[in-house]
């Protein structure tokens, strides 16, 4: 992991959000890109109303951001390499498209942008690029603070997929911090446990030179039998694969996610294929 992709929209969930990749990425001397989206869309037909050109809005964003990138150097020095970016479009393509033209490993965001009000726009981003970006996401929740990540719990349900490749990043994570992991396979309580052996023996292949023990949950309320888990067990950092068709993708619609992203007390990393 070399690389870690910040989006910044100059709030408070972002400041956190921010603060949290700084300390992931001092760990292991990741470089850090800082990129605020703009959507240059307002136009006025008022002459008393000043309206800021698209040069303006990209020079004053920038001057913001490189004000940032000087805290963080007065804060963790030279070693940590920051650089600063200002890109006009949608906040989920034009994220996608940095991460893919820069090589990004991780992105890490917070759930709850600048300007919201209501609980239904909440997050919203960023559980939309939780199910469509092109590398793994860091959601990082209001109230999170960054601790020593000692303890991963991956829940997953039994959808066969290529878990070598999914799993990557999270090796790359446990190896960097040196956590245990948590395998938690989630089911309905009703399907049989046998159900999961395939899936099982796939994520064993892929984690067998990692530290985990394995556990199984059998709830009808799966965000909250997650949250309860990550709670006894004093979790770190929480691990999902929202595949399509998956449990864990319908897990990013109304009702469900603010169930388990917005009353979770530590980071949610969703993978991808």
Same mark, same amino acid.
């Given at each position: 992991m070399k690389t870690?992709?910040?989006?910044?929209?100059?709030s408070?969930?972002?400041?956190n959000?921010?603060?949290? %990749? #700084?300390?992931?990425?001092q760990?292991?001397k990741?470089?850090i890109?800082?990129?605020?989206v703009?959507d240059y869309?307002?136009?006025?037909t008022?002459?008393?109303i000043?309206?800021?050109?698209?040069?303006?809005l990209?020079?004053?964003?920038?001057?913001?951001?490189?004000?940032?990138?000087?805290?963080i150097k007065q804060?963790? *020095?030279k070693?940590?390499?920051?650089?600063?970016?200002?890109?006009?479009?949608?906040v989920?393509?034009?994220?996608n498209? &940095? %991460?893919?033209k820069?090589q990004?490993? #991780?992105i890490i965001? *917070?759930?709850?942008?600048g300007?919201?009000v209501?609980?239904k726009?909440?997050g919203?981003?960023?559980t939309? +690029?939780?199910?469509?970006?092109?590398c793994?996401i860091l959601?990082?929740g209001?109230?999170?603070k960054?601790?020593p990540?000692?303890r991963?719990?991956?829940?997953?349900?039994?959808?066969? %997929?290529?878990y070598?490749?999914? +799993?990557?990043?999270l090796?790359d994570v446990?190896?960097?911090?040196q956590?245990?992991?948590?395998?938690? $396979?989630?089911?309905?309580?009703t399907?049989k446990l046998d159900?999961?052996?395939?899936?099982?023996?796939?994520?064993?292949r892929?984690?067998?030179?990692?530290p $985990?023990t394995e556990h199984?949950?059998?709830?009808d309320?799966?965000?909250?039998?997650i949250?309860?888990f990550?709670?006894?067990?004093?979790i770190?950092?929480?691990?999902?694969v929202p595949?399509?068709?998956?449990?864990?993708?319908?897990?990013?619609?109304e009702?469900n996610?603010?169930?388990?992203? &917005?009353h979770l007390?530590?980071?949610l990393?969703? #993978?991808?294929?």
């Amino acid at each position: 992991m070399k690389t870690i992709l910040v989006p910044v929209d100059f709030s408070q969930a972002c400041d956190n959000a921010l603060d949290y %990749a #700084l300390k992931f990425a001092q760990k292991a001397k990741i470089q850090i890109h800082l990129l605020n989206v703009y959507d240059y869309a307002f136009v006025s037909t008022d002459p008393y109303i000043w309206v800021p050109s698209n040069d303006e809005l990209v020079e004053g964003n920038l001057q913001r951001l490189e004000v940032i990138r000087e805290k963080i150097k007065q804060q963790f *020095g030279k070693e940590l390499i920051v650089k600063c970016h200002c890109e006009p479009g949608t906040v989920v393509d034009t994220v996608n498209a &940095f %991460a893919e033209k820069h090589q990004v490993d #991780l992105i890490i965001m *917070g759930m709850q942008g600048g300007g919201f009000v209501s609980e239904k726009i909440i997050g919203s981003t960023t559980t939309s +690029l939780m199910r469509q970006s092109v590398c793994p996401i860091l959601g990082i929740g209001k109230d999170v603070k960054f601790n020593p990540i000692e303890r991963i719990v991956l829940a997953t349900d039994h959808q066969d %997929a290529d878990y070598q490749n999914i +799993l990557k990043p999270l090796k790359d994570v446990i190896t960097m911090f040196q956590a245990h992991l948590y395998v938690l $396979y989630v089911v309905e309580p009703t399907v049989k446990l046998d159900k999961g052996i395939v899936t099982g023996v796939q994520i064993m292949r892929a984690l067998e030179d990692i530290p $985990y023990t394995e556990h199984t949950l059998a709830e009808d309320e799966v965000a909250y039998g997650i949250n309860q888990f990550i709670m006894n067990k004093d979790i770190n950092m929480a691990v999902i694969v929202p595949r399509k068709h998956s449990f864990f993708y319908s897990l990013f619609h109304e009702p469900n996610t603010k169930k388990l992203a &917005f009353h979770l007390n530590v980071p949610l990393l969703a #993978l991808h294929e």
